[in-house]
Structure formats: structure tokens, C-alpha cells
């Protein structure tokens, strides 16, 4: 069962965020505990997400704001990781604010896994032109959600079952490629030969 990873952003995501909704309401859902979502340190969050990526290796990953920098910086810097795909929600600029500047600037590497970018039109993180500008670089469908804010529970996302049908659609979409990854790492692994002894 491929288990859908939930990365928060700054502040984290309690209720009524759509993220804690999907994550209460989804059995294949995890919502991460990054840590200290008040003080974000883009080192400890990426090296949080990689040994839940580790421990759920071929995961789908969704994350909102500074989660979904997170998984971008995870996908540009952690080539080898298994991850089958990403929803990368509102991702927000580290620059806009003093307390995500540490994050550093956005990564310009195409990623090696298929990805959604869902972008407002009035995010005041991140301009829609620059989420289309970001989504080019990352090799990203971009999904454009209309005048929705920051998508989180600010701007009326509790429960937003849109955001479930965007991961069912990568599951699809990757179907064959996670079954292809299994049987070659079905046949990478060595198997027990018995050995003859001469008489």
C-alpha cells in the first residue's frame, strides 16, 4: 500500500487545516511531526523528511507552504530516495518572510519524479506568475486553483477532497512505474543458491 507522506509548513497544520483533515480521514495518510514548525530549520526538515521517505520508501509526498519547499529541496539535493510522486501545495517564497529566510532560495533543479504544483492566484507567499515559473523549473504539472489564498484554513480549506484527487491521480499515473521498480528491486536482490559439494 503506498503510504501518502503530509509535510506541514511553518506553524504546522491543526485543525480545522485541510492537512489534518486528509491525515484523521485517510488510512494511508501520515502527517509528519517536522519538529519546531515555529522556528523551521531547512536542514533538520529536510533530514526529517528523508528518514520518513527512508522508512516509507515509494510514498507519495503532499505538502503545503514551507512543506512543500521542504520536498522540492528534498527532491533537488536526495536524488536517491524513493519517492513516487509529489503534490506540492502553495509553496511558499523563504524570502518573504523574516522567519523562513533561512530556508535559502528556491531549488532550480527539474525533479526526477512526476509532480503537481497547485498555486492560488492571490497567494500572498508566492505570486501565481512565479508558482508557474517555479513548476517549469521542477518539470511540474501546474494546477491552478483560482483565487484561494494560501490554501490552508485561513482561507476555508478544512476538508478539500481536491487535494485527494490530485494524489489519486499521480497513483495512477505511476502505477506502472512503482510495479516496474518493484520487480527490479525484486531482481537486484540477492537470492540464496544452494551450494554442491563435490563428493
Same mark, same amino acid.
Not at 497544520?13 to 522556528?39: E, I, K, Y
Not at 533530514?47 to 522508512?55: I, K, N, P, S
Given at each position: 500500500?503506498?503510504? +501518502?507522506?503530509? !509535510?506541514?509548513?511553518?506553524?504546522? *497544520?491543526? #485543525?480545522?487545516?485541510?492537512?489534518?483533515?486528509?491525515?484523521?480521514?485517510? =488510512?494511508? #495518510?501520515?502527517?509528519?511531526?517536522?519538529?519546531?514548525?515555529?522556528?523551521?530549520?531547512?536542514? !533538520?526538515?529536510?533530514?526529517?523528511?528523508?528518514?520518513?521517505?527512508?522508512?516509507?520508501?515509494?510514498?507519495?509526498?503532499?505538502? %503545503? *507552504?514551507?512543506?512543500?519547499? +521542504?520536498?522540492? %529541496?528534498?527532491?533537488?539535493?536526495?536524488?536517491?530516495?524513493?519517492?513516487?510522486?509529489?503534490?506540492?501545495?502553495?509553496?511558499?517564497?523563504?524570502?518573504?518572510?523574516?522567519?523562513?529566510?533561512?530556508?535559502?532560495?528556491? =531549488?532550480? &533543479?527539474?525533479?526526477?519524479?512526476?509532480? +503537481?504544483?497547485?498555486?492560488? $492566484?492571490?497567494?500572498?507567499?508566492?505570486?501565481?506568475?512565479?508558482?508557474?515559473?517555479? #513548476?517549469?523549473?521542477?518539470?511540474?504539472?501546474?494546477?491552478?486553483?483560482?483565487?484561494?489564498?494560501?490554501?490552508?484554513?485561513?482561507?476555508?480549506?478544512?476538508?478539500?477532497?481536491?487535494?485527494?484527487?490530485? $494524489?489519486? &491521480?499521480?497513483? #495512477? &499515473?505511476?502505477?506502472?512505474?512503482?510495479?516496474? $521498480?518493484?520487480?527490479? *528491486?525484486? $531482481?537486484?536482490?540477492? &537470492?540464496?543458491?544452494?551450494?554442491?559439494?563435490?563428493?
Amino acid at each position: 500500500m503506498t503510504k +501518502t507522506l503530509i !509535510v506541514p509548513g511553518l506553524d504546522g *497544520s491543526p #485543525a480545522p487545516h485541510w492537512q489534518d483533515w486528509w491525515a484523521r480521514t485517510d =488510512p494511508t #495518510a501520515m502527517l509528519l511531526d517536522m519538529g519546531d514548525t515555529a522556528r523551521p530549520v531547512r536542514e !533538520v526538515w529536510e533530514a526529517t523528511l528523508a528518514v520518513h521517505v527512508m522508512a516509507h520508501p515509494d510514498s507519495i509526498l503532499v505538502g %503545503h *507552504s514551507l512543506g512543500a519547499v +521542504t520536498i522540492a %529541496h528534498l527532491l533537488a539535493r536526495w536524488p536517491g530516495l524513493r519517492v513516487r510522486a509529489a503534490v506540492l501545495v502553495a509553496p511558499a517564497d523563504p524570502a518573504a518572510s523574516d522567519r523562513t529566510a533561512r530556508f535559502g532560495a528556491l =531549488p532550480r &533543479q527539474r525533479f526526477d519524479v512526476p509532480a +503537481t504544483v497547485v498555486a492560488s $492566484r492571490n497567494d500572498p507567499w508566492m505570486p501565481f506568475d512565479r508558482a508557474r515559473q517555479v #513548476a517549469d523549473l521542477w518539470g511540474a504539472e501546474l494546477h491552478d486553483i483560482g483565487h484561494a489564498g494560501h490554501i490552508n484554513a485561513a482561507s476555508g480549506f478544512g476538508p478539500w477532497a481536491g487535494g485527494k484527487d490530485l $494524489r489519486d &491521480q499521480l497513483l #495512477a &499515473q505511476t502505477a506502472r512505474l512503482s510495479a516496474l $521498480r518493484r520487480l527490479l *528491486s525484486a $531482481r537486484a536482490t540477492p &537470492q540464496h543458491v544452494p551450494v554442491q559439494r563435490l563428493a
